[in-house]
Every structure is written in structure tokens, then in C-alpha cells.
């Protein structure tokens, strides 16, 4: 269940850490690098993600498919640790007793707020190795899951394949600018970097914000309409034996 790895990103799209060279997959594989793709983001990996969006950049892959193919990779593994830890987490734990202290701290998170957790977790060192496990093991509803985790994968996808592209923009408005003028251009293409993360957090902040809320308030509705529906029925039964 390991997203994280140790990989570098050199100008040649290689992951070191991994002794992958993302650009000898494209030529070798073609369009099944988009299947590759599906499958390295089912186990794991940004660096990947964000090499492949500068070679996106670079015309050698189509970037919506790239971002598709994140997007549904990320999902549909994480749903598939939901379920093992549904379904098995005890006896997955007593096989492997090392993860007990990750589960263990993600399961704190959850039981602080786990919609936030949800939406979250891929952007947390340390704990997203077990989150969609520990969520499992935690009982959160499965729709419920499903229907965060598609937002919060879109969300991650979204971030890493942009962001490979504007590394790969800014990449090549450096190399195409005499040396005297690369510091500058560097600093533009660093500029509109942040400037565009900056933007998005302004768009994905208030709208998880917006969802929290509005996932409270269906709660609060929810249990309200559950207690009168209650109180509802136990006057009818008085009523009945009244009668």
C-alpha cells in the first residue's frame, strides 16, 4: 500500500529511486503507457505522475487521457484497500503486525474528522500508506467513501499531472532564452506556478469547506428526521393501545 517511494525528477523523466525512465516507457509501450499509468497510480506515486505531465508537455503523451487514467488509478486503488480492510483488516494486522502503528495513527485521524481525513490523506506523509485501509477497518460507509475518494482523486490527479505540465512550460521557456536572461525566465515560470497552485487552493478550499458543511447539515437533517420519526411512531402506538 505504499503511494510514496523515494523518486528524484531529473531532466531526462527518470524516477531513480525506482530505475524507471518515464520516457523509454513511452517510446516502448506507446499508447499502453496510459495502462501503465492506471496501474503505477493504483499502487502508488506522484513523481511519476508529475514526470509524466511534463512529457505530456513535451507532446509525447495526450494530457486529459494521462490525467484520466491518474485519476482512476488512484481511485480504484484506494477503493480496493478500503475493502481489504473491510473485509480482512484484523486478519491482515496479524499477519503483518509492523502496520499495526500506521493503521493505528490513521485511525486517530479518522475518528477526528473523517470526511476531512478523506478528502485529505493522499497530501499526508506518513499515514496515506494505510489510510483507505484504516478506513476500511473503521466501518465509514462505503458510498460515503466512494463518493470522497472520487472527489479527492480527481483533486490529486488534477494537481500532479497540472503541475508536471507547468514544470515542463517552465522548463522549456528556459532552455529557449539566451543565458543571461534564464534567471528571469526561471523566476516567471516559478511565478506562474505558484500563482496557478495558489489559484487552485482558492477554488478547492472553499468548495471542501462547502462540502463539509453541507455533509453536516444532511447528518443533523438526517438525525432529526430520524428522531421524530420515532416519536412519531411511539404516539401512534399509544394511540393505538388508547384506542
Known amino acids: 500500500m505504499d503511494r510514496t517511494g523515494d523518486e528524484e525528477v531529473p531532466g531526462n523523466l527518470q524516477c531513480r529511486g525506482k530505475d524507471v525512465n518515464v520516457e523509454q516507457l513511452i517510446v516502448d509501450y506507446g499508447s499502453w503507457f496510459y495502462v501503465v ?8 506515486g506522484e513523481t511519476f505522475v508529475i514526470i509524466a ?28 484497500y478500503f475493502w481489504i480492510g473491510r ?43 494505510f489510510a483507505s485501509f484504516s478506513l476500511g477497518m473503521a466501518r465509514v460507509g462505503p458510498m460515503r467513501f466512494a463518493a470522497l475518494n472520487f ?17 515542463g512550460e517552465a522548463f522549456e521557456a528556459v532552455a529557449t532564452v539566451s543565458a543571461d536572461q534564464r534567471a528571469t525566465a526561471l523566476a516567471k515560470g516559478i511565478s506562474i506556478a505558484i500563482n496557478t497552485t495558489g489559484f487552485g487552493l482558492l477554488v478547492a478550499i472553499p468548495l471542501l469547506s462547502m462540502h463539509i458543511f453541507i455533509s453536516n447539515l444532511a447528518k443533523k437533517i438526517s438525525d432529526e428526521i430520524d428522531l421524530y420519526s420515532v416519536k412519531l411512531e411511539n404516539l401512534l402506538a399509544a394511540r393505538v393501545r388508547q384506542g
Open 151 to 167: 472527489f479527492a482523486a480527481f483533486v490529486w490527479a488534477l494537481s500532479f499531472a497540472g503541475a508536471g505540465y507547468i514544470f
Open 53 to 80: 505531465g511534463v512529457a505530456a508537455q513535451k507532446g509525447l503523451l495526450d494530457w486529459t487521457t494521462l490525467f484520466l487514467c491518474a485519476w482512476f488509478g488512484s481511485f480504484c486503488g484506494d477503493q480496493t
Open 37 to 44: 499509468t492506471f496501474f503505477w497510480t493504483f499502487l502508488e
Open 87 to 129: 473485509l480482512y483488516g484484523p486478519r491482515v494486522l496479524a499477519k503483518f503486525p509492523r502496520w499495526r502503528s500506521g493503521v493505528e495513527g490513521a485511525l486517530a485521524q479518522v475518528q477526528r474528522n473523517s470526511t476531512w481525513f478523506i478528502l485529505t490523506f493522499r497530501f499526508i506523509y506518513g499515514v496515506r500508506n
